[in-house]
């Protein structure tokens, strides 16, 4: 597995980690069942924190890009496209809260309408029309 830390770079090294296990599993270099080094083989490449990259997995397995198999090791999830995952979490996390602050599916339907054509600072006065 090729992932390299940018030290000079304002992203956070596990959130360089995260996204380069994500474009790796995208592209197809990393396949499913791939087995991951450890968290300490990992940090010891990168010459960065074990709580660097135990973070970056975490995050990882949250959003369903890997697995952990306890004793046998973390290994990429079965048949999984990460940036699909990540996209349908974050879209269920978006219309709950819309919904809990009051929010119907049309105008739920409306503001993501409004966003995706770039007119989402004249939504709020159509929305209760």
Excluded at 27 to 53: D, F, Q, Y
Excluded at 87 to 99: I, R
């Amino acid at each position: 597995m090729l992932v390299s830390i940018d030290g000079e770079s304002s992203i956070p090294p596990y959130e360089q980690i995260l996204a380069q296990v994500v474009e790796s599993v995208r592209s197809g270099s990393l396949i499913s069942g791939s087995k991951l080094p450890t968290v300490r083989a990992l940090a010891a490449a990168l010459g960065v924190s074990p709580n660097t990259v135990a973070r970056a997995y975490r995050e990882l397995e949250a959003t369903g890009v890997i697995e952990t198999h306890g004793r046998l090791g973390t290994f990429v999830a079965e048949g999984v496209d990460p940036v699909r995952s990540r996209a349908e979490s974050l879209t269920t996390d978006f219309v709950a809260t819309l919904t809990a602050l009051g929010c119907t599916h049309d105008e739920v339907r409306c503001l993501v309408n409004a966003a995706l054509t770039g007119e989402i600072s004249g939504t709020r006065s159509r929305l209760r029309e």
